[in-house]
């Protein structure tokens, strides 16, 4: 049973570039979240995706933009980098069934480094 | 908004001991849920522990048990019997529930085990 896959591990940009950021979820599931981990924090909510649609965002600019595929694949793209945006990038899957015992199962992340 | 707290940003413990992360949590839901993350280095976080607003009893999974206290509103998780391989991060989450139907995850800020021989 595959788990959640993220591409790439690394990355390093310069600030003003763009960048993208793949995850496949986990056999099944057809959710997909996005979580940004600043350095010593815990992660933050970025946006969701059901049925190739975003369905809710947390706080984050519009530079900040998705995809989600009929195969339940997503990616991440965030535009003008700055060096905040510098972190680790989790995408998460679960099944949408909308109940309260729903898990979110991670992928190993995506780190993100911007000079 | 939903919070979560951990007041604990380092805890030591020795091989084959019993160890106790704290976790508090703000909500105004009736119904809600908590999850406990492992995070070693590596970056990914891996669910350990699920307990729901209305389970009447603490969840358990293996060595992982959660002590939760509805009244405290605290989800504290003890690991028994402690291993090398537990030393890393752990991160309290709670499940807010958004206005589409779905749900998102809010996280405390962990706490870093370290597990000595």
């Known amino acids: 049973d595959a788990g959640v896959t993220q591409s790439p591990t690394h990355l390093i940009k310069t600030r003003g570039q763009q960048v993208t950021l793949r995850c496949s979820p986990k056999?099944?599931?057809?959710?997909v979240s996005w979580y940004q981990q600043a350095l010593g924090q815990g992660p933050q909510f970025i946006f969701q995706?059901?049925?190739?649609?975003?369905?809710q965002r947390g706080n984050f600019p519009d530079r900040f933009s998705g995809h989600q595929f009929p195969n339940y694949s997503s990616e991440l793209n965030v535009n003008a980098l700055w060096l905040g945006d510098s972190a680790l990038y989790l995408c998460?899957?679960?099944?949408?069934?909308?109940?309260?015992?729903?898990?979110?199962?991670f992928g190993p992340g995506t780190r993100l480094l911007v000079l | 908004a939903q919070k979560i707290t951990q007041t604990q940003p380092g805890m030591f413990v020795q091989e084959k001991e019993a160890v106790t992360l704290d976790c508090t949590y703000d909500?105004?839901?009736?119904?809600?849920?908590l999850f406990w993350y492992k995070q070693p280095s590596s970056g990914e976080m891996i669910f350990l522990i699920y307990?729901?607003?209305?389970?009447?009893q603490n969840a358990t999974e293996g060595r992982y048990s959660l002590n939760f206290q509805k009244a405290r509103k605290s989800a504290n998780l003890v690991i028994s019997a402690s291993q090398l391989g537990d030393s890393a991060m752990y991160f309290c989450?709670?499940?807010?529930?958004?206005?589409?139907?779905?749900?998102?995850?809010?996280f405390g800020t962990g706490t870093r085990l370290l597990v000595s021989p």
């Open positions: 998460a899957s679960s099944l949408g069934t909308g109940l309260e015992s729903e898990t979110q199962y």
């Open positions: 056999s099944g599931h057809d959710t």
């Open positions: 995706y059901y049925e190739e649609e975003e369905r």
């Open positions: 909500t105004s839901d009736p119904s809600y849920g």
């Open positions: 307990q729901g607003s209305y389970d009447q």
């Open positions: 989450a709670m499940r807010e529930a958004l206005n589409t139907g779905f749900q998102k995850l809010v």
